[in-house]
């Protein structure tokens, strides 16, 4: 009886297959591990949404795979000597998906938009700087700003910045109207989104593809899987224990870089015995993390010293300071009356397992030189009201992602940032943060960036443990794949080779 | 007859109503903020309050709960604060994938669970009934996460016959090759659930005295196992049927995660991750009714299967 059932099964699968189980030519298949929550640029802060629209939208400036601003729907710009008259002149010929061609006063409407408190925009604060739009003519727009901003220009090349035509405006969410190289074609939500190449791009010559379809694969297993089958070209994010597997499959291959972002392990610097440096020293010693980027992430990623990525070109060097000394760590433990050690509480945020499993390493680790740790795990939207705004925890695991200019990264340690969610106080590293968001001149923000990042290591504010890699595996022939320091899937220039 | 289905459609209301109340009480006094979720770490505690205010948050919980509830009567479930879409165009966006697959799984189970029940019975401690009895503790045992990922193993990457997943994309010919595998996978506990219920109840029938009176009136061994035999013992196996039933129209999270099927259970998993009250409060209610109605259908299944339990009015 059990062989008939079978041979139901075996014959209905057969069936179903000459019936024609199309596996999709012509066209990249993206598996993304999340959906798109709406694809209205200015009205998200969901990774998974700009990964997607900045495929449908452009920007005026652009960021190359090696953080250079570049020219995006703006074909020059100049900045006037006192650092407050951004003018951009517009490329010719930028079409909207609509067919009519893009207007200053489009880019304008789109800052508008921005600006106005009735959309929204999560991230309208970076450009509350902008004091008027002013658009000449047709083809030009500038922007006065109330005060120096050295970081204006990169605001303009993130997702969120992107430019929405008015048509767009009333159903952005679901239909989006834009000016890049692809057009919206179908978003069924959980399940996929298509693209369609858009034939009058102002970029000639690109796209090169000419259907993009997102497929969502929670998953990460069935991502593999469906790469290793060809359901998918592309697996935008591969798990770190998967790189490796994916590299030895010849049909396959695997673009790596290291990612705009860090992990670290928050401590709460109020709550005793948190809030003395010697006891933050000592943790800092106490934890190898090394063993951290191997045992978790699988060697993909590199450790850090202080809260900024090494891919940062304002990044200082600080692995130094606290290298793995469990003795020397117990010995400060001593100096600060904790000899007897203490509990401390982790708190991970769930689902997010590679916090978790940090936390998990770190909580044997500490153990060695006698910290009692209880490990917390609770669900992000708890984890982001009691840990980060309530600031009601010991200690806990977590990641930060970055712009392209470092103040953001840097800014949350000021007394009063209502992200100072580690409760750092410190007048000195309040000052130069004002100082290094006033500053246009590069050699100078550096020196800057670098002493602020010194600051927070000497006080050893929080365990900075690893900036990952980002690793994509695709199809041997997929072609023209790049990873950008800001987090999208450009599509422009990728193609199959048949 | 009439009384019975008007007393049975009172407390079926009334049941949906509660788990209505309670869930949207509950739901309130769970940590989280929506408003913190659509404008991220990053909002001003002025934006986050404005937000509220839209979101409609920022009213008392009663004259909430109360507009929600004549919204409900007048078929309106409100709008997602997510999607910003009316909620039950979404669950009815859903429902398709979860309603076929779950009919699927039941169809499925079932086809295999009779035949392999009665196999059992009939040859009740011989090898073969000792097989039968370990191949369904094992499906019972076995997660239902690692089934579909096994079958996706030998299907999609070994066989290479099936799609390791997802939903049809437009031109990719048959959608039904996307849902054998994940109906597979949710057929199996259930069959194998079955299959011991089955065979336990069919040996317990076989004993009664009606079955001898039949054996003694020389009906054949065949007909007193098809006709009398299985018939009684289906209302135990109904019972397990039904519950699993109510379970799976909910939509099964595990499932839809692992074979990334559009369903309700990964809607509402959805729902939960951003505080999407209005779509959670909902998908809730839609279970609930889920489950309620296919009780209902149980009990006058029962009914047909076995005359003496009548629905009737006393």
Same mark, same amino acid.
């Given at each position: &009886?059990?062989?008939?059932?079978?041979?139901?099964?075996?014959?209905?699968?057969?069936?179903?297959?000459?019936?024609?189980?199309?596996?999709?030519?012509?066209?990249?298949?993206?598996?993304? *591990?999340?959906?798109?929550?709406?694809?209205? $640029?200015?009205?998200? /802060?969901?990774?998974?949404?700009?990964?997607?629209?900045?495929?449908?939208?452009?920007?005026?400036?652009?960021?190359?795979?090696?953080?250079?601003?570049?020219?995006?729907?703006?074909?020059?710009?100049?900045?006037?000597?006192?650092?407050?008259?951004?003018?951009?002149?517009?490329?010719?010929?930028?079409?909207?998906?609509?067919?009519?061609?893009?207007?200053?006063?489009?880019?304008?409407?789109?800052?508008?938009?921005?600006?106005?408190?009735?959309?929204?925009?999560?991230?309208?604060?970076?450009?509350?700087?902008?004091?008027?739009?002013?658009?000449?003519?047709?083809?030009?727009?500038?922007?006065?700003?109330?005060?120096?901003?050295?970081?204006?220009?990169?605001?303009?090349?993130?997702?969120?910045?992107?430019?929405? $035509?008015?048509?767009?405006?009333?159903?952005?969410?679901?239909?989006?109207?834009?000016?890049?190289?692809?057009?919206?074609?179908?978003?069924? *939500?959980?399940?996929?989104? /298509?693209?369609?190449?858009?034939? %009058?791009?102002?970029?000639?010559?690109?796209?090169?593809?000419?259907?993009?379809?997102?497929?969502?694969?929670?998953?990460?297993?069935?991502?593999?899987?469906?790469?290793?089958?060809?359901?998918? %070209?592309?697996?935008?994010?591969?798990?770190?224990?998967?790189?490796?597997?994916?590299?030895?499959?010849?049909?396959?291959?695997?673009?790596?870089? $290291?990612?705009?972002?860090?992990?670290?392990?928050?401590?709460?610097?109020?709550?005793? $015995?948190?809030?003395?440096?010697?006891?933050?020293?000592?943790?800092?010693?106490?934890?190898?993390?090394?063993?951290?980027?191997?045992?978790?992430?699988?060697?993909?990623?590199?450790?850090?010293?202080?809260? &900024?990525? *090494?891919?940062?070109?304002?990044?200082?060097?600080?692995?130094?300071?606290?290298?793995?000394?469990?003795?020397?760590?117990?010995?400060?433990?001593?100096?600060?009356?904790?000899?007897?050690?203490?509990?401390?509480?982790?708190?991970? *945020?769930?689902?997010?397992?590679?916090?978790?499993?940090?936390?998990?390493?770190?909580?044997?680790?500490?153990?060695?030189?006698?910290?009692?740790?209880?490990?917390?795990?609770?669900?992000?939207?708890?984890?982001?009201?009691?840990?980060?705004?309530?600031?009601?925890?010991?200690?806990?695991?977590?990641?930060?992602?970055?712009?392209?200019?470092?103040?953001?990264?840097?800014?949350?340690?000021?007394?009063?940032?209502?992200?100072?969610?580690?409760?750092?106080?410190?007048?000195?590293?309040?000052?130069?943060?004002?100082?290094?968001?006033?500053?246009?001149?590069?050699?100078?923000?550096?020196?800057?960036?670098?002493?602020?990042?010194? &600051?927070?290591?000497?006080?050893?504010?929080?365990?900075?443990?690893?900036?990952?890699?980002?690793?994509?595996? &695709?199809?041997?022939?997929?072609?023209?794949?790049?990873?950008?320091?800001?987090?999208?899937?450009?599509?422009?220039?990728?193609?199959?080779?048949? | 007859?009439?009384?019975?289905?008007?007393?049975?459609?009172?407390?079926?209301?009334?049941?949906?109503?509660?788990?209505?109340? =309670?869930?949207?009480?509950?739901?309130?006094?769970?940590?989280?903020?929506?408003?913190?979720?659509?404008?991220?770490?990053?909002?001003?505690?002025?934006?986050?309050?404005?937000?509220?205010?839209?979101?409609?948050?920022?009213?008392?919980?009663?004259?909430?709960?109360?507009? +929600?509830?004549?919204?409900?009567?007048?078929?309106?479930?409100?709008?997602?604060?997510?999607?910003?879409?009316?909620?039950?165009?979404?669950?009815?966006?859903?429902?398709?994938?979860?309603?076929?697959?779950?009919?699927?799984?039941?169809?499925?189970?079932?086809?295999?669970?009779?035949?392999?029940?009665?196999?059992?019975?009939? #040859?009740?401690?011989?090898?073969?009934?000792?097989?039968?009895?370990?191949?369904?503790?094992?499906?019972?045992?076995?997660?239902?996460?690692? =089934?579909?990922?096994?079958?996706? =193993?030998?299907?999609?990457?070994?066989?290479? +016959?099936?799609?390791?997943?997802?939903?049809?994309?437009?031109?990719?010919?048959?959608?039904?090759?996307?849902?054998?595998?994940?109906?597979?996978?949710?057929?199996?506990?259930?069959?194998? #659930?079955?299959? +011991?219920?089955?065979?336990?109840?069919?040996?317990?029938? =076989?004993?009664?005295?009606?079955?001898?009176?039949?054996?003694?009136?020389?009906?054949?061994?065949?007909?007193?196992?098809?006709? #009398?035999?299985?018939?009684?013992?289906?209302?135990?196996?109904?019972?397990?049927?039904?519950? #699993?039933?109510?379970?799976?129209?909910?939509?099964?999270?595990?499932?839809?995660?692992?074979?990334?099927?559009?369903?309700?259970?990964?809607?509402?998993?959805?729902?939960?991750?951003?505080?999407? +009250?209005?779509?959670?409060?909902?998908?809730?209610?839609?279970?609930?009714?889920?489950?309620?109605?296919?009780?209902?259908?149980?009990?006058?299944?029962?009914?047909?299967?076995?005359?003496?339990?009548?629905?009737?009015?006393?």
């Amino acid at each position: &009886m059990g062989r008939l059932v079978r041979i139901l099964i075996v014959s209905l699968a057969v069936a179903l297959l000459l019936s024609g189980v199309g596996w999709g030519q012509g066209r990249l298949v993206v598996g993304v *591990p999340a959906d798109v929550d709406g694809l209205d $640029p200015h009205r998200t /802060v969901a990774a998974a949404t700009f990964q997607v629209v900045c495929n449908i939208y452009d920007t005026l400036v652009e960021v190359t795979p090696d953080g250079r601003l570049v020219p995006g729907l703006a074909a020059s710009w100049e900045i006037s000597p006192d650092g407050l008259q951004y003018t951009f002149t517009l490329h010719q010929g930028i079409k909207v998906h609509t067919g009519r061609d893009l207007q200053a006063a489009d880019v304008a409407a789109s800052f508008q938009r921005i600006l106005n408190p009735a959309t929204n925009h999560p991230r309208a604060a970076d450009y509350r700087v902008i004091e008027a739009i002013e658009t000449p003519d047709a083809a030009t727009v500038i922007f006065h700003l109330r005060e120096k901003n050295p970081a204006f220009l990169s605001n303009l090349a993130m997702g969120w910045a992107a430019i929405v $035509p008015p048509e767009a405006v009333a159903e952005a969410k679901f239909r989006p109207i834009g000016t890049g190289p692809f057009t919206f074609l179908d978003w069924v *939500p959980d399940s996929h989104l /298509v693209l369609r190449r858009f034939p %009058d791009y102002f970029r000639p010559g690109e796209p090169l593809l000419d259907e993009v379809v997102f497929r969502v694969i929670p998953e990460p297993s069935v991502g593999i899987i469906s790469l290793k089958t060809g359901a998918v %070209d592309v697996l935008s994010w591969l798990a770190p224990q998967d790189v490796a597997s994916v590299k030895a499959d010849p049909r396959l291959k695997v673009v790596e870089s $290291p990612m705009n972002g860090i992990y670290l392990l928050a401590l709460n610097n109020a709550r005793p $015995p948190l809030d003395d440096r010697r006891v933050r020293q000592a943790i800092n010693l106490a934890i190898d993390k090394q063993a951290i980027v191997d045992g978790v992430h699988w060697g993909q990623g590199q450790v850090i010293g202080s809260h &900024m990525p *090494p891919v940062s070109p304002f990044y200082a060097e600080l692995t130094d300071i606290y290298p793995y000394d469990p003795d020397k760590a117990r010995q400060l433990l001593a100096e600060a009356g904790c000899e007897e050690g203490f509990e401390l509480t982790i708190t991970l *945020p769930q689902p997010y397992d590679f916090h978790i499993r940090n936390g998990e390493i770190i909580a044997q680790q500490l153990e060695r030189v006698g910290i009692r740790v209880r490990l917390e795990v609770m669900e992000w939207g708890n984890w982001l009201d009691r840990v980060y705004f309530g600031r009601d925890y010991q200690a806990a695991t977590i990641g930060h992602t970055g712009r392209l200019d470092p103040d953001p990264f840097l800014n949350r340690y000021t007394s009063d940032s209502r992200e100072n969610y580690m409760n750092y106080q410190n007048p000195d590293y309040d000052e130069l943060v004002k100082v290094g968001a006033a500053t246009l001149d590069m050699e100078e923000r550096v020196r800057i960036y670098r002493r602020l990042q010194e &600051m927070l290591a000497e006080d050893a504010v929080a365990v900075y443990l690893m900036s990952p890699n980002l690793a994509v595996g &695709m199809r041997a022939n997929v072609s023209g794949w790049q990873i950008y320091p800001i987090d999208i899937l450009n599509l422009r220039r990728v193609y199959k080779e048949e | 007859m009439r009384a019975y289905l008007l007393r049975k459609a009172v407390g079926m209301v009334v049941t949906v109503l509660l788990v209505s109340a =309670i869930s949207f009480f509950v739901l309130q006094v769970v940590p989280g903020d929506p408003a913190q979720v659509i404008l991220g770490t990053e909002a001003s505690p002025e934006a986050l309050e404005d937000l509220r205010r839209q979101l409609g948050l920022d009213r008392p919980l009663g004259p909430r709960y109360w507009a +929600w509830l004549k919204g409900l009567l007048r078929g309106d479930l409100g709008e997602s604060l997510r999607y910003q879409r009316p909620v039950l165009e979404l669950l009815g966006e859903r429902l398709p994938v979860t309603l076929v697959l779950t009919f699927a799984a039941v169809v499925l189970a079932m086809t295999a669970a009779l035949p392999v029940a009665l196999l059992a019975a009939r #040859h009740a401690g011989t090898p073969v009934d000792l097989l039968v009895v370990l191949v369904s503790q094992l499906g019972l045992a076995l997660p239902p996460f690692w =089934i579909g990922l096994l079958l996706i =193993i030998l299907f999609s990457l070994k066989l290479g +016959w099936l799609p390791p997943g997802g939903y049809a994309l437009p031109g990719d010919g048959t959608v039904l090759s996307y849902l054998v595998l994940p109906a597979l996978a949710l057929s199996i506990p259930l069959a194998a #659930h079955l299959v +011991w219920i089955l065979r336990q109840s069919i040996l317990e029938v =076989i004993e009664r005295e009606f079955i001898r009176t039949a054996r003694a009136k020389g009906l054949p061994e065949n007909l007193v196992y098809y006709r #009398h035999a299985l018939r009684n013992a289906l209302i135990p196996a109904m019972t397990v049927l039904g519950i #699993h039933m109510g379970a799976l129209l909910g939509g099964s999270i595990i499932i839809e995660q692992i074979f990334s099927l559009p369903g309700l259970g990964r809607l509402i998993l959805f729902a939960v991750y951003n505080r999407d +009250w209005p779509l959670l409060q909902g998908g809730v209610v839609f279970m609930a009714a889920a489950v309620v109605l296919v009780n209902f259908v149980t009990d006058l299944v029962y009914g047909l299967l076995d005359p003496r339990i009548s629905v009737s009015d006393t």
